[in-house]
């Protein structure tokens, strides 16, 4: 991966619509030279998808928790991790290091449709307990991370 395909990553994590055309001209190549770099970006997994940004609480998710779950002594993390992916309200599933074994971010709707993914969590085999942070606000979230994207891998050119 080279400085221009950083560059393309940058303006695509900016705009995930944006032409081939418009990424051309912000990073210098014709529109079909863009498309077959972001084809190659694609096929190599650099690029996994793209998807629509949406404000839950305009589709009334407007509770946000952070749930750390807490995996009994014979818990695989495979099999939890595959229950915690069957519930609709997890968005996000991050193993982690410490006395969890995973945090996840649920949104649901109310204070009672928490109460009851949190039942619904803690019925999960090989969960042993959980332990969670209700969100009051957000001040940023999903933004683009282009961190080292501008430089090399290791901060430079």
Do not use: W
């Not at 912000?26 to 998807?51: D, M, N, P, Q």
Request: charged share 25%; net charge negative; hydrophobic share 40%.
């Amino acid at each position: 991966m080279d400085q221009v395909d950083r560059k393309i990553i940058a303006a695509l994590r900016e705009n995930g619509r944006a032409t081939y055309a418009d990424l051309g001209r912000s990073v210098g190549l014709s529109a079909s030279s863009v498309h077959e770099r972001v084809g190659k970006l694609e096929a190599a997994g650099v690029i996994t998808g793209y998807h629509a940004m949406v404000d839950p609480s305009t589709v009334g998710l407007g509770v946000t928790a952070l749930v750390g779950i807490h995996p009994t002594d014979t818990a695989t993390d495979e099999d939890v991790a595959d229950a915690l992916a069957a519930l609709d309200e997890v968005e996000s599933c991050y193993a982690v290091a410490g006395d969890e074994a995973f945090v996840v971010k649920v949104r649901v709707a109310t204070v009672d449709d928490l109460e009851r993914s949190l039942n619904r969590l803690r019925r999960i085999p090989g969960v042993g307990r959980t332990n969670t942070t209700v969100v009051l606000s957000t001040r940023f979230e999903g933004r683009p991370n282009n961190a080292g994207l501008e430089d090399g891998p290791n901060g430079n050119a």
